[in-house]
Every structure is written in C-alpha cells, then in structure tokens.
C-alpha cells in the first residue's frame, strides 16, 4: 500500500520490523482487538522480519540465507498495515516520517531502526572488511570464503595458499566469537571440498581489550577461550586495528594480521538518519530515553532495541545492543501505548536478564544463567532452544490475534 494511504494523524506507526518492532505490532494487535479504531502501521525497507541471531550460522553456510528471513505477511495480521519503504528521515514537528513513499503521519511514533557496523574511523576498515548484520552480509561472508577457498586451491605457492585460506574476524564479542568459532568448524570440511588440506584453513579472532567476551564472568571467558583454542581459532587480544590495509589488519603495535577474508565485528552504532535528527542522542548515537521508553522531551516518541539508550537503573550501566533486552523493551512500549490509549498510567521499564548464551562452533558454546556458567553441547542446545522459542512465539503471538488471516 502506498505510504499516503497509511498516514493519518491518529495512528500508531512503528519503525522498524526487528526484534523490537515487529514485538510491539504483533503484542499491540492483540492488546488493541477492542479497539478497531487505532490505525497501527509497520514501515519497514525489507518485507521479511531477519533472525539476526542465527546470521553466524548463514555467514558460516550452514544455514540459507532464506532461512532467516521470515516474510512479514506471515506475521502480521490484516489489522496492521506494512508500508515497505527506506525511512529518511523524521519531520519531528509535522509529526511524519520521510520515506521513499511519502510521508507517514503519526500520532505515536515508535522507532525501532536497530543500529549499524561502527567502524570507530579505522582507516580502511568500513572499505576492507565485511560486515555480518543481515542475511545478505552473512551470505557475502560466505561466498567471499568460498571464493578465497578456491582461490587458495588454485595456487601452489604455500605462503599465498595459507594467507588465502585465513579469515580474519575482528571483534571479539559474542557476534565475533559465535562467527570465528562457526567458521573454524565448517572449514575443514570446505577445505577438503576445495581439494585443500583439511588443516589448511584457520581463523584468527582479533580483539582490541584484554579479554574476549568482555564484561562476562571470568569461567564464561575461560571456557570460551578453551573451546575456541579446540577448534583451532587464533585469539590474540590487546590487539587494537590501527588500519585495514590491502595486506591485512595492521595492529596498533605494528604487526600485520593476514588473511584471504576480513570481517569486522567490533561493535554497533545507531542508525545514520538519527545521528542527522534533532532527536537526543547519547553514547554511539543512541537515542536517549526516559524510564517510560519515550524519547526525551518527545513524549509521543517511544525508541526500544539497539536504537534506544536505556539505563539500568539498578547497575547505572546503558543496557547492551541484544535482541533480549529489545523484545523486553517491545513489551514495554505494548503496554505503555495500550496505556495511553485507556489513559492508564504508564509503566516503567525494568529489564530482567534471563542470562548469556553465545554457541561457539557448530557442537559447543557457553552461558550464564542465574549465575551458573555452563561450557559445552548443552550451552549449544540452550541457544538452538532460545532460537527455536523465539520463532515458536512470534508465531503464537500472531495466533493471538482474532482477525489473523
Ligand atoms: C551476527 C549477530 C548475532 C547476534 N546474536 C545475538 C544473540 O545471540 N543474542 C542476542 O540477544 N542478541 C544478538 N545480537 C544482537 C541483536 O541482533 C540486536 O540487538 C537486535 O537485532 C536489535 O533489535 P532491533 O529491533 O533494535 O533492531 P533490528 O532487529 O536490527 O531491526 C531493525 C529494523 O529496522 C529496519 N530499518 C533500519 N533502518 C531503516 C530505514 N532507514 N528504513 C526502513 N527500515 C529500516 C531494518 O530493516 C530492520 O528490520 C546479534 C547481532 C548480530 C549482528
């Protein structure tokens, strides 16, 4: 449908169709069935919700691209209307998005836009590097080690072979974990489909800090560095990227990482059209929020997910960029719009962490929960659950809703 259609100056319009968009459409449906007045509209560039969780798995392709893209159609109910559009911008006191479709008026706005790469001006690296943070990055990731794979069977020189066969993952957080330790699985098996030496491939992981998977429990970190040294990923850590080179990633200290194929995965920063807003911004251009989920001085804007800056108030620390902490900020911007509408007062976020789980290779991975670190297949099968129960709920929360199709 056109985007003129959808704007109206009595509607809810969300931004964004990820983990916290696509969760306050499908929770505000069922809270809305009485209701059928309030005009609620998706905008969102791509007509397919992304599993952005499972892309280590598509980057390492043992997973279709296709795979992690659920079409929105088969989620959303007719009462939501999805304007498929690129978002450039916000008229904030016209109360309307600017898209590729025209402008989309709201009466509440919630943004959801999630966030991007943040290179942190590295020279070369937004250039050099790919990048892992859709289903089209992670299938590229793929089809560049397929293609450095071949490149590195066609050659005799041992040296230029060994480079070829070497990807280089910057950033060692979780994302840059999951995907070394995916890809340093998968390998051996695609070096012998390449005619290389199953032990030809390797994986190094490069992070700037002291320690991997920063900010988690010390036995976490151990029993992810033990797993990630088992299948072979090369960790060196204090190893911050001065540049991204033709040759490799130049270290601070000088030394040259190596390798056929770069991907960075050092962190997240908001979405460019907020930087160029006059909305608030904090830390890494996030948006900055009041304990409700509204933007400061916005009150008819609710941000939630990667976008949002949401403060702990219990740690005093800015909640991390995880699909965990945005579906919980979903559900909160659902109830505080339902809230509006029956003018009710508004609740305050709380975020209740329900633990870490990080799969490290295709068998093992770790986790905390309640304060237990566990390392090994059960961890792996805790994430294949949590990915399972996730699909599982967007389903059923799509059952919910009496006017579904
Ligand atoms: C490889 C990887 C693995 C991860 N693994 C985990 C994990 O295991 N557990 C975990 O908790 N978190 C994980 N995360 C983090 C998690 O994916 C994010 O925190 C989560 O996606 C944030 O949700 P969101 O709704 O804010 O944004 P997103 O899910 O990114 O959604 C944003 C939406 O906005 C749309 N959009 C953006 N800009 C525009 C525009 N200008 N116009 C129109 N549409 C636009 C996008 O198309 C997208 O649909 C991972 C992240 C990555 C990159």
Same mark, same amino acid.
């Given at each position: 449908?056109?985007?003129?259609?959808?704007?109206?100056?009595?509607?809810?319009?969300?931004?964004?169709?990820?983990?916290?968009?696509?969760?306050?459409?499908?929770?505000?449906?069922?809270?809305?069935?009485?209701?059928?007045?309030?005009?609620?509209?998706?905008?969102?560039?791509?007509?397919?919700?992304?599993?952005?969780?499972?892309?280590?798995?598509?980057?390492?392709?043992?997973?279709?691209?296709?795979?992690?893209?659920?079409?929105?159609?088969?989620m959303l109910a007719t009462r939501v209307r999805f304007v498929q559009t690129e978002?450039?911008?916000?008229?904030?006191?016209?109360?309307?998005?600017?898209?590729?479709?025209?402008?989309?008026?709201?009466?509440?706005?919630?943004?959801?836009?999630?966030?991007?790469?943040?290179?942190?001006?590295?020279?070369?690296?937004?250039?050099?590097?790919?990048?892992?943070?859709?289903?089209?990055?992670?299938?590229?990731?793929?089809?560049?080690?397929? =293609?450095?794979?071949?490149?590195?069977?066609? !050659?005799?020189?041992?040296?230029?072979?060994?480079?070829?066969?070497?990807?280089?993952?910057?950033?060692?957080?979780?994302?840059?974990?999951?995907?070394?330790?995916?890809?340093?699985?998968?390998?051996?098996?695609?070096?012998?489909?390449?005619?290389?030496?199953?032990?030809?491939?390797?994986?190094?992981?490069?992070?700037?800090?002291?320690?991997?998977?920063?900010?988690?429990?010390?036995?976490?970190?151990?029993?992810?560095? =033990?797993?990630?040294?088992?299948?072979?990923?090369?960790?060196? !850590?204090?190893?911050?990227?001065?540049?991204?080179?033709?040759?490799?990633?130049?270290?601070?200290?000088?030394?040259?990482?190596?390798?056929?194929?770069?991907?960075?995965?050092?962190?997240?920063?908001?979405?460019?059209?907020?930087?160029?807003?006059?909305?608030?911004?904090?830390?890494?251009?996030?948006? =900055?929020?009041?304990?409700?989920?509204?933007?400061?001085?916005?009150?008819?804007?609710?941000?939630?997910?990667?976008?949002?800056?949401?403060?702990?108030?219990? !740690?005093?620390?800015?909640?991390?960029?995880?699909?965990?902490?945005?579906?919980?900020?979903?559900?909160?911007?659902?109830?505080?719009?339902?809230?509006?509408?029956?003018?009710?007062?508004?609740?305050?976020?709380?975020?209740?962490?329900?633990?870490?789980?990080?799969?490290?290779?295709?068998?093992?991975?770790?986790?905390?929960?309640?304060?237990?670190? !566990?390392?090994?297949?059960?961890?792996?099968?805790?994430?294949?659950?949590?990915?399972?129960?996730?699909?599982?709920?967007?389903?059923?929360?799509?059952?919910?809703?009496?006017?579904?199709?």
């Amino acid at each position: 449908m056109s985007a003129s259609a959808a704007g109206s100056g009595g509607q809810i319009v969300i931004a964004g169709a990820g983990y916290a968009g696509l969760h306050v459409a499908l929770r505000l449906t069922a809270k809305l069935r009485d209701q059928p007045t309030v005009q609620l509209t998706l905008v969102d560039r791509h007509d397919y919700h992304q599993v952005i969780t499972e892309l280590p798995r598509v980057a390492g392709g043992t997973r279709a691209a296709d795979a992690v893209r659920i079409p929105l159609q088969d989620m959303l109910a007719t009462r939501v209307r999805f304007v498929q559009t690129e978002i450039s911008g916000f008229d904030l006191s016209g109360r309307q998005l600017i898209t590729g479709a025209g402008p989309v008026g709201w009466r509440w706005l919630v943004l959801a836009l999630g966030s991007r790469p943040n290179d942190f001006a590295i020279p070369g690296l937004a250039q050099r590097a790919l990048s892992v943070y859709s289903a089209s990055d992670a299938e590229r990731v793929w089809a560049a080690v397929s =293609k450095a794979l071949d490149e590195a069977a066609a !050659t005799t020189d041992p040296e230029r072979q060994r480079r070829l066969a070497t990807v280089v993952v910057g950033g060692g957080g979780a994302t840059g974990v999951e995907l070394a330790g995916e890809l340093a699985a998968i390998l051996p098996q695609a070096a012998s489909d390449h005619g290389l030496a199953p032990g030809r491939p390797a994986v190094q992981l490069v992070e700037a800090g002291p320690t991997i998977l920063a900010g988690s429990s010390p036995q976490l970190i151990d029993k992810a560095t =033990k797993i990630l040294s088992d299948l072979g990923v090369g960790v060196r !850590t204090n190893a911050a990227i001065a540049a991204a080179t033709e040759d490799g990633f130049r270290l601070k200290d000088g030394q040259l990482v190596q390798g056929g194929v770069f991907v960075w995965a050092g962190g997240v920063e908001a979405p460019e059209l907020v930087a160029d807003s006059e909305l608030p911004t904090g830390h890494n251009g996030r948006v =900055k929020v009041d304990r409700y989920l509204r933007v400061l001085d916005h009150p008819q804007i609710y941000a939630a997910g990667d976008l949002a800056s949401v403060t702990d108030p219990r !740690t005093g620390h800015v909640l991390p960029p995880l699909a965990q902490v945005a579906l919980e900020e979903g559900e909160t911007v659902a109830r505080n719009l339902d809230a509006e509408l029956r003018g009710r007062p508004l609740e305050a976020f709380t975020f209740h962490d329900k633990g870490f789980v990080v799969s490290v290779g295709t068998r093992r991975g770790v986790a905390d929960i309640a304060g237990i670190t !566990t390392g090994g297949r059960l961890a792996h099968l805790l994430k294949d659950a949590i990915e399972w129960e996730y699909r599982q709920s967007v389903r059923h929360l799509r059952g919910w809703d009496p006017v579904a199709r």
